[in-house]
């Protein structure tokens, strides 16, 4: 089976540092995505770890940790236009499994 | 590119109606998935394709859903009869799994809303 975890809900700060948690339990792994979805728009690719470590992609970075099942994205300098949802997205086989992702509110 | 294209953007329609929901791949893609969003369930995986055949119908809710893939150009979704509880937003992705980079990235249409009273 697959369970993803996402928190619910995050505010910050415009100019802040951000960080979006994900955990998951999985039977087969093929890498881990991060998708963007602001309210009523399609989701956005943003990044995508098949290995351990840090992946750097402008303001944004994603990191994987494959023997404890979690990753996070990390988002600096954080503008209001990054008020959006975040999906984090387990490949399993040709599949994506999906968490419920984060409501990020960005605050002037 | 034009992206992935889905038709129609909004559809409401009565309870008991059949509805039909169409989808354009991006050009060259292999793969083609059909997705359901809720506010309480998320983003979940109905069906997907791969060179136009199913491979994986398990997240279909039930038999009212359908789905088909006549061409690598074109794909439906159907439901049949339509209940309330089939009010979501449809999305369709496809993505490669050949040629350089991120291959594996699905791509996202824009979503049909659907609306069944």
């Known amino acids: 089976g697959q369970n993803i975890d996402q928190p619910t809900e995050m505010t910050a700060t415009e100019g802040a540092i951000v960080q979006i948690n994900c955990t998951y339990q999985?039977?087969?792994?093929?890498?881990l995505f991060w998708y963007q979805q602001h309210a009523g728009e399609a989701p956005t690719f943003l990044s995508y770890?098949?290995?351990?470590g840090l992946e750097e992609k402008g303001r944004f970075s994603s990191f994987l940790s494959r023997s404890k099942g979690y990753s996070y994205l990390l988002l600096k300098e954080l503008q209001m236009k990054d008020s959006a949802s975040y999906l984090c997205a387990v490949r399993r086989t040709d599949k994506l499994i999906f968490g419920t992702g984060t409501r990020l509110q960005v605050f002037p | 590119d034009a992206g992935v294209i889905q038709s129609p953007r909004h559809e409401v329609t009565e309870m008991g109606q059949e509805v039909t929901l169409r989808c354009k791949p991006i050009s060259g893609h292999d793969y083609l998935f059909w997705y359901r969003q809720t506010m309480m369930r998320g983003l979940e995986l109905l069906i997907y394709f791969n060179n136009n055949v199913p491979i994986d119908d398990s997240g279909m809710p039930e038999d009212r859903f359908s789905a088909k893939m006549p061409n690598a150009s074109f794909s439906t979704l159907k439901i049949q009869p339509s209940e309330p509880r089939d009010s979501a937003v449809y999305f369709c992705?496809?993505?490669?799994?050949?040629?350089?980079?991120?291959?594996?990235?699905?791509?996202f249409g824009p979503g049909t809303r659907l609306l069944v009273l």
């Open positions: 992705a496809s993505s490669s799994s050949t040629g350089t980079g991120i291959k594996e990235t699905q791509y």
């Open positions: 999985t039977s087969g792994f093929n890498g």
């Open positions: 770890n098949v290995l351990d």
